[in-house]
């Protein structure tokens, strides 16, 4: 009735902490009334377990009823599949629950391609053209005729790797090129009975031009060198 005073009630609201009634209590009911509840939404906490991983911050605050994104942690080798608690995967959305939670990332072991070069040499076809992290694989060595193969360069680095091996902490594509060094020859002349050369051993490049020295022999005329076969 009028000049009466109102009882304040009680209430409560999921998520939320009651502040209080837009009306003054101790002052006499005058007239019909609708009296509103102010409310503040509750804050929780998330943490995470990166479960191998690495990330800034293993705590984040949340706002019921409020937006919300979870961070991307990141882990050597593999590729993030998502947060879970227990079996449910929890993504980003409105913040609906009503208590703190403990999240764990999940993970899929990454596979990588591998590309040769070969520069005109061959391999084995054997050879891996992918590989899993963690798991050791073995690249065998190219052959090209005429050179020696001098290692692999890995990705467009200036080091040399022969007998190069994939180790568990390799990571990423990878790009092989064969690098070669051409070998070198000796021939020995025979001048069979014509005048003896300067020198009767020469060294020359495999893929590289050379010239023959012409000999001499007395009364004859030179016919041309010929390769013994031994």
Excluded at 21 to 46: E, M, R, T
Aim: net charge positive; hydrophobic share 25%; glycine share 6%.
């Amino acid at each position: 009735e009028e000049d009466d005073l109102v009882i304040e009630p009680s209430t409560s609201k999921v998520g939320y902490t009651f502040i209080c009634w837009d009306y003054n209590f101790d002052a006499p009911l005058k007239s019909d009334l609708v009296i509103s509840a102010s409310w503040s939404p509750n804050q929780y906490i998330i943490t995470f377990d990166t479960n191998g991983g690495s990330l800034s911050n293993n705590k984040l605050t949340v706002t019921y009823d409020k937006s919300y994104t979870l961070p991307i942690p990141y882990k050597v080798g593999y590729t993030f599949t998502g947060w879970y608690e227990n079996n449910n995967k929890i993504t980003d959305g409105i913040w609906g629950k009503t208590s703190n939670l403990n999240l764990k990332a999940k993970w899929n072991v990454n596979t990588y391609k591998i590309t040769y070069y070969l520069n005109s040499g061959i391999i084995d076809s054997s050879r891996p053209t992918s590989y899993t992290y963690g798991i050791t694989k073995n690249i065998p060595n190219p052959t090209k005729t005429g050179y020696e193969f001098i290692g692999w360069t890995v990705n467009n680095s200036s080091q040399k790797y022969v007998d190069y091996q994939i180790t568990n902490k390799t990571y990423g594509n990878l790009e092989l090129v064969a690098n070669y060094k051409a070998n070198v020859y000796t021939i020995t002349y025979n001048v069979n009975g014509g005048n003896k050369l300067t020198v009767t051993k020469y060294q020359y490049t495999f893929d590289s031009s050379y010239t023959l020295p012409i000999p001499t022999k007395n009364y004859y005329n030179f016919a041309g060198w010929y390769y013994s076969g031994k």
